[in-house]
């Protein structure tokens, strides 16, 4: 099935095992694979994305600006404003 819309099953299974990310155009390609809008697989990519960011980031080496400086920064404590 996902060859007729040009989608591998390795390339799926590379995304799955976070091996590799999913591109607009996948991202266009699985929503017609599965029924579904691209937007979801966009928000499946972004969500990871920035999961993966908020644990990796050194945040003792990001110079703080403005209201920042006020406030203990994490990314916790960020969400609030």
Known sequence: ????????HSVVKRILNE???GSSKMCV???EAFCTSSE???NVQRNYDLWYAERTVEFKTV?????CQL???SPLN???Y
């Open 40 to 42: 979801f697989w966009l």
């Open 19 to 21: 091996h590799r990310g």
């Open 29 to 31: 390609r699985l929503s």
């Open 78 to 80: 960020l969400k609030k």
């Open 1 to 8: 099935m996902l060859q007729t819309y040009d989608v591998g």
């Open 63 to 67: 110079q703080h600006f403005g209201r």
């Open 71 to 73: 406030v203990a920064c």
